[in-house]
């Protein structure tokens, strides 16, 4: 059985959601990483979710948050530091996906993206969150999404 047929959709649904609580939680504690990442998973146990695509995301974001955050940048109207903590917690993990899990189509990356953010952000904040990851969907997988539109 292939790779993409054992991936459930929902449980990687409930990771990101599980994810942009992580993240904000991180942002506004300043704790530790580990520490942030195992005290947000005891206290909040999780129903279905992909723990490993949590857990191995979470870190990649972690390690590469500067990273992360220079490619963002670029794409707002305004600096990081006044971006709205769930927001960038959700661009960050936008772009995390973006960069480091190219299993995932980049559709589906900004489809999540704007579905977390009505979830979580503000009322409109899923149409700047859906312009800022289209904007790094073009750069960072500029072959994928080419070739999408060759294809229409």
């Known amino acids: 059985m292939s790779e993409a047929k054992k991936i459930n959709p929902r449980a990687r649904n409930g990771a990101r959601r599980l994810l942009v609580q992580a993240l904000y939680q991180w942002h506004l504690s300043g704790e530790d990483s580990a520490g942030s990442d195992l005290s947000f998973l005891r206290e909040n146990p999780p129903g279905k979710v992909d723990l490993n695509y949590f857990d191995a995301l979470f870190q990649k974001i972690v ?21 709205d903590p769930v927001e960038k917690a959700i661009l960050r993990l936008a772009t995390a996906e973006l960069l480091f899990e190219a299993s995932v189509p980049y559709r589906v990356v900004i489809n999540e993206a704007v579905e977390l953010a009505k979830t979580f952000a503000a009322d409109d904040s899923h149409k700047y ?3 800022v990851v289209d904007k790094l969907a073009l750069s960072l997988r500029q072959d994928e999404v080419s070739s999408r539109s060759r294809s229409l």
């Open 63 to 83: 390690v590469a948050r500067e990273r992360i955050d220079h490619l963002i940048e670029p794409r707002l109207d305004r600096q990081l530091e006044e971006v």
């Open 129 to 131: 969150i859906n312009g």
